[in-house]
């Protein structure tokens, strides 16, 4: 009975020890999940800049969809585009409009170094003289710089009320609902929101590169082991369409803090240079982390 006493109470003790470590690992905010973080949220931001700019390039270029200077669009001559009603045809308001940009198959290079392929498929009403605009898009067989992206989500385009400091500019709210499988064949799902404002260059339409976006919002990441991780925009992001020159990630400063049962830890994306380096600090040790390819 002892030797059976014994028995039972060191199965106990060794089921409590493993329990305690699978909780403290399960507690822990790993570099590995930040930059898996990082990377999702790389390719949030090339989506949202290609359905923005094809969305309201229908409004501007009935005869290709395309930017009038392909050096300030948010994706090269690579990809093809095509539209319902077909191009050259006249739209008239509240006409649903489907757009498909096609990636193709072996992989198209956007002017910011990042490797995309597949399509994105974009549907919306032609409103012309509305302030707010709903766009839903979806992936067909898409990849960003081989992580394969899956769901449908729905993008919104608001104008601002102008005051005497900030004329009225376009805030875009991004829903995000999707499934992001890792070329290892880790699966995350996000589900989410981003808001997106463009604070500088909205006056000058036809120049890409001098506009900046300033990035709000918080998500929820499901892990493989099905773990929750909490991110949320902390000091606001800042985008510079200029870094798509030096062709370097496009997000130069701001914090995002992630959370996992009481435990913190932060992304700091830096002092506004084109880099491609983030700060990932946890239990007051940092580490960099290289952004996109």
């Known amino acids: 009975m002892k030797n059976a006493t014994k028995f039972i109470l060191g199965l106990g003790l060794a089921i409590t020890l493993f329990s305690c470590s699978k909780d403290e690992e399960e507690r822990i905010i790993t570099q590995d999940e930040a930059s898996v973080n990082a990377k999702i949220d790389l390719a949030n931001d090339d989506v949202s800049d290609v359905v923005e700019e094809q969305e309201s390039s229908t409004y501007s270029n009935s005869v290709d969809g395309r930017n009038e200077d392909p050096s300030f669009s948010a994706f090269s001559a690579c990809a093809t585009i095509s539209r319902v009603p077909a191009f050259g045809t006249p739209i008239t308001p509240g006409t649903t409009v489907t757009k498909t940009i096609d990636f193709g198959t072996v992989g198209c290079?956007?002017?910011?170094?990042?490797v995309v392929k597949g399509k994105i498929i974009i549907t919306f009403v032609y409103q012309p003289d509305a302030t707010s605009h709903t766009?839903?898009?979806?992936?067909?067989?898409?990849?960003?710089?081989?992580?394969?992206?899956?769901?449908?989500?729905?993008?919104?385009?608001?104008?601002s009320v102008e005051t005497p400091n900030s004329p009225s500019h376009p805030i875009v709210t991004m829903n995000m609902d999707l499934t992001a499988t890792f070329p290892n064949g880790n699966v995350y799902t996000r589900v989410g929101q981003r808001v997106r404002e463009i604070i500088e260059g909205y006056n000058t339409?036809?120049?890409?590169?001098?506009?900046?976006?300033?990035?709000?919002?918080?998500?929820?990441?499901?892990?493989?082991?099905t773990s929750d991780l909490v991110s949320t925009i902390t000091t606001p992001l800042r985008v510079r369409m200029s870094c798509l020159t030096p062709h370097k990630p496009l997000l130069v400063?701001?914090?995002i803090t992630f959370e996992r049962n009481g435990n913190t830890a932060t992304l700091d994306y830096g002092n506004g240079d084109c880099d491609n380096l983030a700060v990932y600090?946890?239990?007051?040790?940092?580490?960099?982390?290289?952004?996109?390819n």
């Open 109 to 114: 290079t956007l002017n910011n170094g990042n």
């Open 135 to 159: 766009i839903t898009y979806t992936f067909d067989d898409f990849y960003h710089n081989t992580i394969k992206f899956v769901g449908t989500k729905t993008f919104t385009r608001v104008m």
């Open 253 to 255: 400063s701001g914090i």
């Open 281 to 292: 600090t946890v239990n007051g040790n940092s580490f960099n982390i290289v952004i996109g």
């Open 205 to 225: 339409p036809g120049n890409l590169l001098d506009n900046v976006y300033r990035v709000t919002g918080s998500w929820t990441t499901t892990y493989p082991n």
